[in-house]
């Protein structure tokens, strides 16, 4: 194994952009993966570029915005170095209320409007008979400009990009600890071997709580999904209360997803998918007649506070870019941004000090 400037501990999209950002930056960088790559909390994503709506704390707000911004950029680029196709759709999204709230910014459609959009929409049993004021109102949807992506496609081309790029890797090498001497990161002992760095940051998801001897308050939040084939055409992303549905440029629907805290579990449960199998045909009855291709579920890594923890800790060296939770897809290239910034020295874009480790 070549010497290395940066350790990375984890291959999913986050660890993956991050190496291609610093390759950039002429830092010899080593990824180390516990299973395969980009096969966990990334290969499960829905990979809705959604960066508006209560669901964002307000301190997250300015990266999900700006990353949203960098994401055509962010994906030519990888279609460029790996010389695959990403499934990056610019549509939009469709957001369906039965109570008048939407998030702020979203074109509000009548169900006459809605329909020209998406044909495919049942409007009967949305229409709210108040609005947000108590006023009478037809308005069930809005439309917002946003973007969606195959998380699939995105990590297996970043993998091949940071391949490309000279990114070396070691998969199937769980990092158990940190090597620490005179108050300082110096590498890490994997279940196999040690491998050294004067740099480690630590990307590895769901995991990132389980490296010793730095605690971190990160936890596994499982999500249930199911793709279906022989659907409907829908076109935009469609979300609901209770369910969106997200199509892929090659006719899948992929249908999600359910938030559990019950560890490290991937199990699917019947009972869990025919619910939102239901709840989705309800929006889009045609989907009755689809056939199911899959189903899967994923852990999302989840902090106390639902936000994602970036920047150096008090160990000298070690670095933390982990707890997207359900953003991780979204926040790929802001952070790999940031976290650059920050590795290298220098002041970052944004203001990163809610997302600090030392909150906890």
């Known amino acids: 194994m070549k010497s290395s400037d940066v350790i990375i501990i984890g291959a999913g999209i986050i660890g993956l952009s991050l190496a291609i950002e610093l390759r950039k930056k002429g830092l010899r960088v080593l990824i180390v993966e516990r299973g395969e790559a980009g096969r966990e909390a990334s290969y499960a994503a829905a990979g809705m570029l959604?960066?508006?709506?209560?669901?964002?704390?307000?301190?997250?707000?300015?990266?999900?915005?700006?990353?949203?911004?960098?994401?055509?950029?962010?994906?030519?680029?990888i279609e460029d170095e790996s010389g695959l196709k990403v499934d990056l759709r610019e549509h939009g999204t469709i957001v369906l209320s039965c109570d008048g709230e939407f998030p702020e910014g979203g074109e509000l459609l009548s169900p006459q409007r809605l329909k020209s959009l998406e044909p495919s929409i049942e409007t009967s049993a949305l229409l709210s008979n108040t609005g947000k004021n108590g006023a009478p109102s037809d308005i069930c949807a809005a439309y917002l400009t946003e973007r969606s992506v195959d998380p699939r496609a995105l990590v297996t081309a970043a993998l091949k990009a940071a391949r490309h790029r000279e990114v070396d890797m070691s998969s199937g090498a769980e990092v158990r600890s940190l090597l620490i001497e005179g108050g300082r990161v110096v590498g890490?002992?994997?279940?196999?071997?040690?491998?050294?760095?004067?740099?480690?940051?630590?990307?590895?998801?769901?995991?990132?709580?389980?490296?010793?001897?730095?605690?971190?308050?990160?936890?596994?939040?499982?999500?249930?999904?199911?793709?279906?084939?022989?659907?409907?055409?829908?076109?935009?992303?469609?979300?609901?209360?209770?369910?969106?549905?997200?199509?892929?440029?090659?006719?899948?629907?992929?249908?999600?997803?359910?938030?559990?805290?019950?560890?490290?579990?991937?199990?699917?449960?019947?009972?869990?998918?025919?619910?939102?199998?239901?709840?989705?045909?309800?929006?889009?009855?045609?989907?009755?007649?689809?056939?199911?291709?899959?189903?899967?579920?994923?852990?999302?890594?989840?902090?106390?506070?639902?936000?994602?923890?970036?920047?150096?800790?008090?160990?000298?060296?070690?670095?933390?870019?982990?707890?997207?939770?359900?953003?991780?897809?979204?926040?790929?290239?802001?952070?790999?941004?940031?976290?650059?910034?920050?590795?290298?020295?220098?002041?970052?874009?944004?203001?990163l000090s809610a997302f600090a480790a030392t909150r906890f």
């Open 188 to 351: 890490v002992q994997t279940d196999k071997a040690k491998y050294t760095a004067p740099i480690v940051v630590n990307c590895a998801g769901a995991w990132a709580g389980a490296i010793a001897p730095f605690e971190l308050p990160v936890k596994p939040i499982k999500g249930q999904m199911i793709a279906v084939v022989d659907a409907p055409p829908v076109q935009h992303v469609v979300r609901s209360e209770n369910v969106y549905v997200v199509p892929r440029s090659d006719g899948r629907l992929v249908i999600g997803s359910t938030l559990e805290d019950v560890g490290y579990n991937k199990q699917t449960d019947v009972t869990t998918l025919q619910r939102l199998f239901h709840a989705a045909v309800e929006i889009v009855p045609g989907i009755a007649k689809s056939l199911r291709h899959e189903a899967w579920a994923g852990l999302r890594p989840g902090t106390p506070d639902e936000l994602p923890i970036l920047g150096e800790t008090s160990i000298s060296g070690y670095f933390i870019s982990g707890g997207h939770y359900r953003d991780g897809i979204l926040l790929a290239p802001v952070t790999a941004m940031l976290m650059s910034e920050v590795m290298m020295g220098r002041n970052p874009s944004f203001n």
């Open 50 to 77: 959604a960066d508006a709506g209560d669901e964002f704390p307000a301190a997250l707000k300015p990266l999900a915005h700006e990353s949203a911004r960098m994401y055509p950029e962010f994906v030519h680029e």
